[in-house]
């Protein structure tokens, strides 16, 4: 199994960056999928969800409006989708996958975002 986020980099105020997370060795169309993001002295913190079915989606209150996740089902990856980006929005961004009977998931390594001048 793995999960394996891309796109983070760095990009001034107010720009914009799309994460990738491609999946393999599970049933992509079974698990919702989320990202989260852990800032230096922070805990990790959920930024969004998809459903399996794409049904329903979730945003944390601080990126509602500017982030957009979602998913394609033939490559098995998740997107985020993230615009007018803040400094607040620096942090590892992690792809994770689970089930209600699998709560903790699967986690992806992380993929660094910086949003300076």
């Known amino acids: 199994v793995t999960l394996v986020e891309s796109g983070g980099g760095l990009v001034q105020p107010g720009g914009s960056l799309t994460l990738s997370c491609a999946a393999s060795?599970?049933?992509?169309?079974?698990?919702?999928m989320n990202w989260y993001r852990q800032a230096p002295g922070k805990e990790r913190e959920l930024v969004a969800t998809?459903?399996?079915?794409?049904?329903?989606?979730n945003y944390a209150d601080s990126v509602k409006g500017r982030f957009t996740i979602s998913r394609h089902y033939s490559k098995k990856t998740v997107y985020l989708q993230m615009t007018n980006l803040k400094p607040e929005d620096t942090a590892v961004y992690y792809c994770?996958?689970?089930?209600?009977?699998?709560?903790?998931?699967?986690w992806g390594q992380g993929t660094q975002v910086n949003v300076s001048s």
């Open positions: 994770n996958g689970r089930t209600n009977r699998f709560v903790n998931g699967y």
């Open positions: 998809i459903d399996s079915t794409s049904t329903r989606k």
């Open positions: 060795g599970f049933i992509f169309s079974s698990y919702d």
